[in-house]
């Protein structure tokens, strides 16, 4: 069955640090990989996607992420965390076809401490 | 120029009533999604059309129907509400054409008193 793994629950990073948001996913064919972000209240924004190509993709608000098959990861990062990246970080993966839904983790909490 | 609007973003009512969420995208999506998020922030899939199409209908109780009246719009409503009903349920929208992410709305936020 499909699933999409975030190990960590929370995670708090200093302000100017670097960040590393794990996720692990199993699906039988090719993935599409996405991160969302969620600020409190908010609904969610797309920051980077994953189809084919280059595995390493470039997002917005300095996000990067890399696609490993050969570990089923899909690891986002940051080179250093401003205060305003805290927030709720769900990494998901879904088909290409039209109607097929995402299968999101279940999401790591960011907090960023000054 | 909201892309995915849902209404309302509150909706605070008591056990047994029928309320329903509405949910409008100007994108030009062909396809639209309700997904529930519990307490403890996890998302999952309720269900999605396709072109005015049901496409995927989740284990969900019988008591949530959705509608889609035209490809822009999916409504979903509520009957005799319960107590665990009480979540954010987000809105979303994707283009069927080529590999493109889904856009979601910011959520409706429904407490069941």
């Known amino acids: 069955a499909q699933s999409v793994t975030q190990p960590d629950i929370h995670i708090t990073v200093s302000e100017g640090a670097s960040l590393e948001l794990r996720c692990n996913y199993s699906y039988g064919a090719t993935p599409y990989l996405f991160w969302y972000v969620q600020s409190p209240g908010q609904g969610l924004q797309l920051l980077l996607k994953y189809f084919s190509g280059d595995t390493l993709v470039q997002g917005i608000k300095g996000f990067e992420a890399e696609f490993k098959r050969s570990q089923s990861s899909f690891n986002l990062r940051k080179p250093s965390v401003h205060w305003s990246d805290a927030a709720e970080y769900f990494c998901?993966?879904?088909?290409?076809?039209?109607?097929?839904?995402?299968?999101f983790g279940k999401g790591t909490t960011l907090s960023v401490s000054s | 120029d909201t892309a995915v609007s849902q209404t309302p973003k509150y909706l605070v009512t008591q056990m047994g009533n029928d309320k329903s969420i509405k949910c409008e995208q100007n994108?030009?999506?062909?396809?639209m999604y309700w997904y529930k998020q519990d307490s403890k922030k996890f998302l999952k899939i309720m269900f999605s059309y396709n072109n005015k199409e049901l496409i995927i209908n989740e284990t969900v109780p019988n008591r949530f129907s959705p509608k889609s009246p035209d490809k822009a719009h999916l409504n979903l409503h509520i009957n005799s509400l319960e107590l665990g009903d009480s979540a954010v349920y987000f809105c979303?929208?994707?283009?069927?054409?080529?590999?493109?992410?889904?856009?979601f709305g910011d959520g409706t936020r429904l407490s069941i008193l």
């Open positions: 998901a993966v879904g088909a290409g076809q039209a109607g097929t839904a995402l299968i």
């Open positions: 979303a929208s994707r283009s069927g054409v080529g590999n493109q992410p889904q856009h």
């Open positions: 994108l030009g999506h062909d396809t």
